[in-house]
């Protein structure tokens, strides 16, 4: 971290209001917890705000309204997003390979290179792939036959893509994932599995992120899809003829088995698990380590294994915690109903 | 998709007997949710066929007795291996560099390479290690000395295979796999965990397929092992001494933990985990996101956290939804019996 | 395994009492189960020793007091590590790239490279990386600008290691894992997320073994920490910000969500998933297949999703076994209560 904002530079570049001293230097970003001298730290709420008051940090970006005089502030609409604007500014330059393609890159017949596109070493590019305009593709990468790259992307080292897949403007893929392996599909033929043909393919639209380590298979017969401004974490396998809608979250681990169809703005926390064939809707959120077994419809917030709706989850959830106490209650019952039912027997008699 | 077939020749490639007419061209296969003009779809079973009506395929492959007029149709015994024959018909070629040693490729002393082997970009082969004939080597591999490799296997682009492992025939292996690292296995030395030496290997036996992105860790000081005809899905992990049976089918990130041994014909679905040191029978089948903590006798079904057959866990299942109304019943319940012991002590009071 | 040991070269090799032949001839070791002629095994307890009357094996590594007449044995305090030690001699050399630089390395400007480090075939070092003496750095390894890697580390093929990380002595990286790649961090912005730039980087200190195919994220602002000595399994990703303490043992799949702090000698079995921004104590144990939800104390065991103290889980899991008995219980309850009403009623009307 070399490089050295002003407050008073920091207001201009979130579009903030400035309170305090505008020559303050700030050299990193740091949570409030952590934050010491030369760190802009953020509040984004009462509660955050509270604790202003022992922090170290050299400065605040805080919510209108949230400011104390205790530190140098800037005041902004949303916290949250100054800090990215700050944090944008602080970034080293990434290590992306130059413009151009490095000699040891293996460019094979028919492939084609938008301007200012960056191909690193050793990369494979086979025949007939496309790369947009100053997309850059990461030492190592692998990506096979008649592939198309849009623009602005980044693929980082190691990756692999398979061939005939499609990938739009500005979508990121990090180091060691795999996208359009073969699906996981299987016929079964008396005394062993037979391997099902994959001729399908894999359509990734604009602005998609996909994190490290994870695996994006091809359709069987037709594309598995990630949606426009969906974003997928680390190690996540995303199975055969899955389509995800727009603007979803996936975090780590999470699995979606085939053909399964996700609406748009859905969040799966880590390690959820998706059965095949299903459909979740729109804005659905599933908590981590939920298991999805069966159609969520529009909205819902479920979880469990298998997952449930919320409110559903915690009624069982609270009744499994009071069912000790709630056996003992019927022990205690029997030996009362035993008890009556012989004092009864005894008058009848 | 640029093959075109005609219904005629379809019949003759899944030998099925034609209903219609013969000169219908195919492009390609869909389902029958999805199937448009030029699309071979199939119908396996009654429920399938009775949706034909409505599909707009060109022609479909349905078992016999499920045909209806509506579409040109072939009749075939089992249309599920019928259209993975058409499906390897339309299937483009893959991406599989070509026969020979590309000039990147590093190859060590020692190494041997069977007839029409094709060894890729920047691939690395160490010392003695063992091509067989017609296998492809993708861009990126890496295979440490004294590995042997059988026939007719694809290793896909940035797999490793560690040093001394043995590769049967007709196996495949998918991007960014990794084969006999070394096991986890540390000893606690009263301050620090000591690392166990690996010495052990691993075995892979004919038609073995592994997803991407998955880990087959080595033996201590014995084999891991995977049986014939077993497939193994991306971001599974199999742990130092593993043995599995043949044929098995093992969904998305699995984890089967050390010295574990699976029979023949098991089923883990997805996200499933298994205990070190445990021994699951043949045909065992075991339902996405369960946690197998003990043995498990053969054919057994089992699910859950722990896992426990199929019976014993929908009756506790059930029983648990039930609940929160039982708990309502035993307060209602505390309540009658002490009006009734009220009453009953005043009587004889 | 060519080597061959006597057992009077292992009774000096694991500082052991030899008991029997000295000239007995070890090629391999093998567990009491499946050793045979030419393995030496070993028992640790008494139930171990008890089988050895039917072992198979050559000689025996045993606990003092634990020997019986049957077979040649070494007695040593420890046989674990006595075990540990044999195998290091019978281990085969490891498939290292040889000390020095290979000419297809890509070495940008200003990195040092520590004396005797060995650098394989189609590795990449950006500029200004740094090598520390003797280590191991395999085929096809990217290591982007201004990482330090300490001395004595092995990192195994395919591995990528992002900008400014921070690695220490004697770590080991295994195939294909990813070290420093972005923190899965976004801002919701109205209609779409926003990318939170990840400007911190990873620091994993001295002895620390990451498994294969594993994922360490870059922190956002700060560095995410792997403990001195801590051990990692397989596919484990470790989110932004995690500090790890040290002396912890995270077996294959594990997930952990941003923020979150380990103490020190924390074991968390296989596929537990742990919550961002909690704290989990020291010498926590976390059983396999578990979800934490929460802040966990200094030594507690817990289990279960979401994860609770063993007693706790138990106690619940034992009473979720009776309650189908105890609905059958409630339904004979309700009925005698009925009756007894009714006698009650006829009575008092």
Redesign the interface.
Known sequence: ?DKILTLGRIAEIVGGELRGDAAVEIR????LA?AGPGDLTWAVDRQHAARLSECQASAVLVGSGLENGHLSAVVCA?P??G??DV??Y???P??HPPVGVDP?A?IADGVTLGEESAI???V?L?RDVAIGRRTKI???V?I??ETQIGEDCII???V?I???CRIGNRVAI?????IG??G?G??F?E?????????GTVRIED?V?I?????V?RG???ETVIGR?T?I???V?I?HNVRIGE?C?I???V?I?GSTELGDLVTLA??V?V?DNIRIGNRVQVA??S?I?GDVEDGQIVLG?PAKPKSEFF??HL??????K??D??RD??K??KR??A??NQE?S
Chains 1, 2, 3 share one sequence.
């Open positions: 971290m990193s970003v740091a949570p952590s949303r949250d997003l800090i990215s944090l944008e602080l970034m080293p990434l290590p040891t293996l690193g070493p050793r494979l086979q990461h030492a190592g692998v096979a036959a980082w080292p190691n692999v398979r061939e005939r990090h180091p060691n994932t795999t392996a073969d996981f299987y016929n033929d005394t062993h599995f037979r391997k099902i043909p994959h001729i602005d992120e994190g490290a380590n994870s695996c298979d069987k017969c037709s401004g974003k974490d680390n190690l396998q199975g603007n979250c975090a780590a681990h699995g088995a880590g390690k698990g059965k981590a380590c298991c077994a294994i009624r069982e009744a499994a915690r009071r069912l000790p709630a056996l209650d019927i019952l029997i009362r109903m009556l039912e004092a009864n009848t």
